[in-house]
């Protein structure tokens, strides 16, 4: 029998455990290490989810390790009004990163980033309404909940006030297409921020979006189109809020996303991959939007803020990034992984899409090519199957989508753990579409 039917550790999870989301794996991971995970046989499963988008180094990494046994040997949590030296070093680092956002402030996770950068925006503004994309994940706390729209908006009462949406661009399910059928996302921008202005009570703060939309179905903002938004932000005076918290820190092949477009945010948003897999988060702004926001009394003061011990790992992050060329290999290592993925596109019907940037990619599963119906069922097989193979990778439903499954191993995956996923993905495929 496998051990990872354990009813004792099974038993204790039904009767204690909260279910808070998607049912839970039927395996129990022992251990991890690199690109995998161990369940409680010992069986190794290909991670191509990076733990929750999160492990962009991989599990267990040594560097990491060894920063987390240092630190907790000198210092790992203080009150938080005291500073010590990774805090400051991790600030510094990342502001050398992104010229022009110059002040950075440390939190634990991307929701909380998210609200203290939509505080800091309303503070700022004088405004109240946060816009953000229909297809968005933002957070699953107050504000960043109330501008999350993929999932969880029903039966908890009203999103806060001021609460506005808009279609994220969407080349494969264009809404606005130009005469040869292609995505025209400026005509669909136009349109969107002319229902906002009809809505708003002039009181517009700032404009949340992810540069590329993971629980929205990888969907990318097509070059042009954030200067665009940028341009809708400033000419009614709303700051433009940028949520890197998966596409930060290399993995799209720039060190954070927006750099491909050259525009800069208002403020940013890290999390999941600044702390390669521990709490780690940050929120960057300028110089003058963080002076109005402190004489107007700016107020986040957490339990959590500027703890070294997190702080230390961030540093080691950026380290391991620069020292080993994360950047330029996810740019490789992303390329290969999109090849292999558009060869099971021609190979396999029920692909009906690959998109993303890096090492955050998807493929999104079809009924009918032509028709686009989205394939949830099959998608679901495919996961299946995928696991018992020894690969896991995450699938997103969202309505009027296929099921699109968000590719995402850790930045140190080898060109051999690319090419084992790809052959797991198409035996996955065949096995699945034959048993449908």
């Known amino acids: 029998m496998s051990l990872n039917a354990d009813p004792a550790f099974w038993a204790a999870a039904d009767k204690h455990l ?12 022992e251990r991890a290490e690199g690109s995998f995970v161990y369940d409680a046989d010992g069986r190794a499963i290909l991670d191509f989810t990076s733990g929750q988008m999160s492990a962009v180094l991989g599990h267990t990494h040594r560097d990491i390790v060894a920063t987390v046994d240092r630190q907790m040997r000198s210092v790992a949590h203080l009150f938080s009004g005291m500073l010590s ?17 110059d002040r950075v402030q440390l939190l634990t996770t991307g929701a909380e980033a998210n609200e203290a950068a939509i505080r800091m925006a309303k503070l700022v503004t004088g405004g109240h309404e946060i816009v953000a994309f229909a297809q968005s994940w933002h957070g699953m706390t107050g504000a960043a909940a109330s501008a999350t729209y993929s999932a ?78 940028k341009r809708k932000c400033e000419e009614r005076g709303m700051l433009l809020i940028l949520d890197e918290a998966q596409t930060g820190i290399a993995r799209t092949g720039d060190m954070f996303a927006f750099q491909r477009d050259g525009v800069t945010p208002d403020i940013m948003t890290l999390s999941k991959t600044l702390g390669a897999g521990l709490p780690l988060a940050a929120v960057m702004t300028t110089q003058a939007i963080e002076q109005k926001a402190h004489e107007r009394g700016f107020l986040f003061y957490t339990t959590h803020v500027s703890d070294p011990l997190p702080a230390a790992v961030g540093v080691t992050v950026l380290d391991v990034v620069e020292r080993d060329g994360l950047v330029a290999q996810a740019g490789a290592r992303g390329a290969r992984l999109r090849e292999g993925l558009l060869s099971l596109q021609q190979k396999y019907d029920c692909v009906g899409d690959v998109r993303g940037r890096g090492l955050l990619l998807g493929l999104e599963i079809v009924a009918d090519r032509q028709t686009k119906a989205p394939g949830f069922e099959l998608g679901a097989a495919i996961m299946e199957e995928a696991m018992r193979r020894g690969l896991s990778m995450n699938i997103v439903k969202l309505p009027g989508m296929g099921g699109v499954f968000r590719i995402a191993p850790p930045l140190t995956v080898s060109d051999a753990e690319i090419d084992r996923g790809l052959e797991i993905m198409s035996d996955s495929i065949a096995a699945a579409v034959a048993a449908h």
């Open 18 to 29: 909260t279910r808070y989301g998607p049912d839970f794996e039927t395996i129990i991971v």
């Open 85 to 101: 030296r990774p805090v400051v070093d991790l600030a510094a680092r990342l502001a050398a990163l992104a010229p022009g956002l």
């Open 152 to 229: 969880g908006r029903k039966g908890y009462g009203p999103a806060a006030v001021g609460s506005f949406v808009i279609p994220a661009p969407n080349s494969y399910r264009p809404r606005f297409t130009h005469p040869d059928g292609s995505n025209d996302w400026q005509a669909e921008l136009d349109d969107a921020f002319a229902l906002v202005d009809s809505q708003s009570t002039g009181n517009l703060a700032a404009f949340i979006a992810e540069p590329i939309l993971s629980s929205g179905g990888i969907l990318e903002l097509p070059p042009g189109y954030l200067a665009a938004l």
